[in-house]
């Protein structure tokens, strides 16, 4: 029998939406460094976690190409388990320590956007895209090189959300300088019964665990990212006073666990 860990709960889990852990990553990166408006970024924050002052409203922005696999070789079914992401990560603290905490989170895929709930990262469905690179060397893929460019885009309910480019400049020779904060999630699910509505079954703010995390043809850039104005969206709150760096580069880890640091949840 395969996974029972997500619904829906058949006899033998092929159904499943995805499966259960240990689950594999592998993906191409996207990041843009930038800096948002601090008051922005201090009204997404949940109560448990406090504005960092120093980051002076540091975000940063991630377009993913991502291949995923559990353990039965479902990189095999790529119609099912390839899928394309775009979220934001701003700057925070929690208890003194430095840490990022994701406020919007956009893929393609439901499965992806099942495991992206259980581990707290808000996931809604969009359209993601970006630059591609291939083995085969020609005009039509960008060289990891000095003035390489690579560009992305995000829309969400037939709107264009986010737009980004990273032109290359050098390689990263020291990949201790990617090294990033503990990524901190709100696990919310709400109640329907009457009467509970304020009263979630789950509300837990967690930390990301990501083992054996590998980085490989890292470069950096400059980075350009715009967050346009749209109807019923907020992100663009966050919109950019300035840009810096943007990265590229190939990206692998498991996920097998998750830290819980404050459960609210009604027991």
Excluded at 60 to 67: C, G, R
Excluded at 193 to 200: I, S
Excluded at 252 to 266: A, E, M, R
Aim: hydrophobic share 40%; net charge negative; with cysteine.
């Amino acid at each position: 029998m395969k996974s029972r860990f997500f619904a829906p709960l058949t006899p033998r889990g092929l159904s499943s939406i995805s499966p259960s852990p240990p689950w594999h990553y592998a993906g191409d990166f996207l990041v843009i460094d930038f800096w948002a408006r601090p008051e922005a970024v201090t009204s997404l924050l949940p109560e448990e976690l406090q504005a960092d002052a120093k980051a002076e409203g540091h975000a940063q922005a991630y377009f993913i190409d991502w291949q995923f696999t559990g353990e039965h070789d479902e990189f095999l079914n790529p119609a099912r388990y390839q899928y394309r992401e775009f979220f934001i990560l701003v700057d925070a603290s929690f208890n003194g320590k430095p840490v990022a905490y994701c406020p919007y989170i956009f893929v393609d895929n439901d499965a992806a956007v099942a495991r992206g709930w259980a581990q707290g990262f808000p996931k809604r469905l969009g359209s993601v895209f970006q630059t591609r690179l291939f083995a085969a060397s020609g005009p039509a893929s960008p060289k990891l090189a000095p003035g390489g460019r690579f560009g992305a885009s995000a829309s969400t309910s037939g709107q264009r959300i986010a737009r980004g480019i990273v032109t290359l400049e050098k390689a990263v020779t020291d990949l201790a300088a990617l090294a990033s904060r503990p990524t901190i999630n709100m696990r919310h699910f709400p109640r329907l019964a009457a009467g509970q509505w304020e009263r979630p079954a789950v509300h837990e703010l967690v930390e990301s665990v990501m083992d054996n995390f590998t980085v490989a043809d890292a470069w950096m850039g400059k980075g350009e990212l715009t967050l346009p104005e749209c109807e019923g969206e907020e992100l663009s709150d966050l919109a950019p006073v300035r840009c810096g760096n943007g990265y590229r580069m190939s990206v692998s880890y498991d996920v097998t666990d998750l830290k819980t640091l404050v459960d609210h949840s009604v027991k």
